[in-house]
């Protein structure tokens, strides 16, 4: 399959990412900065066949309004397209491991219930364009969807249609984070909401694939979505508190903070229920959704009275998102 490389790469490129494909691996974020990097090879290593060391630390030069993160994350795919080449038999330069350090943890931001409340209103109320005729109907239901399950952002971005039972009120997630699948079962009301949703589009794109297409059925990106959702925010007047602006993977910090509120409103034994959390989240470990307690402890002794004293000796640091 061409993906559309051009650069003196392509041909191996190409064959990189249909190894990634066969393997499992949906690989949508790192083909949108491989392309980047056919595109910088094209321009200025036209007539280059190996991936050398000046190309690559070339590549490897961070951008003035690039976070740590970002940064990282451009050099990732470039470093495993070289092992790759290493693989085959080819000579290529691997960028080190260590070369970008792995930023401090995002502090996120928990939506409160009037944010919540602002933010629907902003998304129900996106305007109908002719060029674009899905998106008013994709971006209200895509972050509800996010905040109802907990989703990760990637995961509704590349949901498969195929893979929403709307008959059982199920979501089927395929090959995740560290290629786990799990299912997610759907409350009542936002199966019906998911109704509405998948009607209204199937009326305009009666052949896609997606569950959340673009006008093209292809995948939105990241990028796209971090962007829609900013617009949203500022429509909002939601600015947050901290260095960082809030972001729609905090609508899964929510959920799963929410979550234990909610359960300890009701009374129950929130250490008995983190398992089932856990595994509806598709956490490889429990310490990873133990770490939502441990997240907001101020926030619980807002809204409840809670004690994190009770679980000071089962909270584990963790050192980044899920």
């Known amino acids: 399959m061409n993906h559309g490389f051009n650069s003196s790469f392509a041909d191996r490129l190409n064959a990189f990412v249909e190894q990634k494909n066969v393997l499992g691996y949906p690989y949508y974020e790192s083909l949108r900065i491989l392309k980047h990097f056919d595109s910088f090879c094209s321009e200025q290593y036209p007539k280059k066949k190996h991936l050398t060391k000046d190309i690559c630390l070339s590549w490897a030069v961070?951008?003035?309004?690039?976070?740590n993160n970002s940064f990282r994350n451009r050099i990732y795919p470039i470093r495993e397209f070289a092992r790759y080449l290493n693989s085959i038999g080819e000579t290529a330069y691997l960028i080190p491991a260590?070369?970008?350090?792995?930023?401090?943890?995002?502090?996120?931001?928990i939506?409160?219930?009037?944010?919540?409340?602002?933010?629907w209103s902003v998304l129900d109320s996106t305007p109908f364009k002719k060029n674009?005729?899905?998106?008013?109907?994709?971006?209200p239901a895509l972050f509800k969807l996010l905040y109802c399950c907990g989703l990760r952002p990637a995961e509704a971005r590349t949901l498969l249609k195929e893979n929403v039972d709307l008959e059982k009120g199920?979501?089927?997630i395929i090959e995740s984070k560290a290629h786990k699948s799990r299912i997610v079962m759907l409350a009542d009301d936002v199966t019906e909401m998911l109704w509405e949703y998948d009607n209204g589009v199937s009326a305009i794109m009666p052949e896609r694939k997606l569950f959340f297409p673009s006008s093209n059925d292809t995948v939105y990106t990241k990028v796209w979505l971090d962007k829609s959702f900013r617009n949203t925010l500022k429509k909002a007047g939601i600015t947050g508190n901290g260095k960082q602006a809030p972001r729609p993977y905090d609508f899964r910090h929510t959920f799963a903070t929410h979550r234990i509120y909610q359960w300890m409103k009701e009374g129950k034994d929130v250490e008995a229920m983190i398992p089932y959390l856990s595994t509806y989240m598709g956490h490889a470990q429990l310490s990873d959704?133990?770490?939502y307690i441990h997240?907001?402890?101020?926030?619980?002794?807002?809204?409840?009275?809670f004690n994190d004293r009770e679980f000071e000796e089962i909270i584990p640091e963790v050192p980044d998102d899920d």
């Open 132 to 139: 674009f005729p899905v998106r008013h109907l994709v971006l």
């Open 62 to 67: 961070r951008k003035s309004n690039e976070c």
């Open 111 to 119: 939506y409160s219930t009037d944010e919540l409340a602002a933010i």
């Open 98 to 109: 260590d070369f970008v350090k792995k930023g401090y943890p995002a502090v996120p931001h």
């Open 289 to 291: 959704t133990y770490y």
């Open 295 to 305: 997240l907001a402890p101020d926030v619980f002794k807002e809204m409840s009275g």
């Open 170 to 172: 199920r979501i089927d």
